[in-house]
């Protein structure tokens, strides 16, 4: 899944921050072999993991920790092509949101999506994941998508989105007048999960412009272009494992069955027809993004056992241990060395 694709729009308003800053888009991007170009091409696509080191760097570079929220203000709803077409003629706002969540694929498989269900809670969390397992090192990235976010909940309402608070998994990056001047709504950081908490009673809200034909017309055609690109299962079960991980609830075969519509049994059958152990395949998911956290020094060894479903450090010990031969000390202390 480290090779996942997403769409070059996405890379919209990052040259003219470059330039803004000082610095020439063209030798910049070219080192991720990446051009400007590509970005005015609705079907190119380009390798999610340049995006998110490309963004690291760039605000490293240019001694610039605002640089993604710089670069997301320059963005719209367009960025997601087809997408945004078919949500701004949905019937509701919970309804254009669950059009986003069901073809966000098409603008990347890496990126999944969740909203919490209907509830007498005044606020319902809209949940983002990159399911990546290398560059954990992606707060320009997620503040930069959070933005988009904001700003297509203000796009869908025609109103403020001052009432949708943001909470990131990341610490903080920028200074805090910084998020409060861009934002414009309470940010907080090294939460559990990335969300966006959207007003319950903004979701009821009707679509001002709704066209039937057309939306089934931009259905048909995400859904054409989705399934002739499906990932094959394991990437599937790769991308929930991922996003399911940081949770407290413990990831299950039966857990991750559910998240993807078939039974236990069914889900078991497929995978032995890949030859995928799914112990083995969770296994596996944990070494890497272990091993991509601790490079992080500002990440707590207890915060990076948490985030990859450990409750207890002294079972994540006995993992890196057996992955690495190696305590997770010792291993952070390789790499401050390396």
Not at 98 to 114: D, F, N, R
Not at 206 to 227: F, G, H, K, V, W
């Amino acid at each position: 899944m480290n090779n996942a694709l997403l769409r070059a729009r996405a890379m919209t308003g990052v040259p003219e921050t470059i330039r803004e800053l000082g610095g020439d888009p063209v030798s910049f991007l070219s080192e991720f072999q990446l051009n400007e170009e590509m970005i005015q091409n609705p079907k190119q696509m380009m390798p999610y993991l340049s995006l998110i080191r490309m963004l690291e760097k760039a605000a490293a570079e240019f001694d610039c920790p605002d640089f993604g929220m710089r670069a997301g203000l320059k963005q719209g709803m367009n960025v997601l092509g087809p997408i945004a077409v078919l949500a701004q003629h949905a019937s509701t706002v919970e309804n254009a949101l669950h059009h986003i969540i069901k073809y966000i694929g098409y603008h990347s498989p890496a990126v999944h999506l969740t909203l919490d269900p209907p509830s007498s809670e005044k606020y319902r969390g809209l949940h983002l994941n990159i399911t990546l397992t290398q560059g954990q090192a992606r707060a320009q990235t997620l503040e930069l998508s959070m933005l988009l976010t904001l700003r297509v909940m203000h796009v869908l309402t025609g109103q403020s989105y001052q009432s949708c608070p943001v909470h990131f998994r990341h610490s903080r990056v920028s200074p805090m007048a910084k998020y409060r001047s861009t934002f414009k709504v309470p940010v907080t950081f090294e939460q559990p999960e990335n969300v966006v908490y959207i007003p319950s009673q903004t979701l009821t809200l009707a679509m001002r412009q709704s066209d039937p034909a057309l939306r089934q017309t931009m259905e048909e055609y995400l859904a054409q272009s989705i399934n002739s690109e499906d990932d094959p299962l394991e990437g599937k079960v790769r991308s929930l494992v991922i996003s399911l991980l940081p949770l407290k609830r413990r990831c299950t075969i039966s857990l991750i069955a559910r998240h993807i519509a078939v039974s236990e049994r069914t889900l078991q059958r497929r995978l032995k027809k890949e030859n995928i152990l799914f112990e083995e395949l969770v296994d596996d998911v944990r070494r890497e993004l272990a091993e991509d956290y601790l490079k992080d020094k500002r990440m707590a060894i207890s915060q990076v056992a948490g985030l990859i479903g450990y409750g207890q450090q002294s079972s994540f010990n006995r993992a890196c241990t057996r992955w690495f031969g190696r305590s997770p000390k010792v291993i952070r202390e390789e790499l401050a060395t390396s």
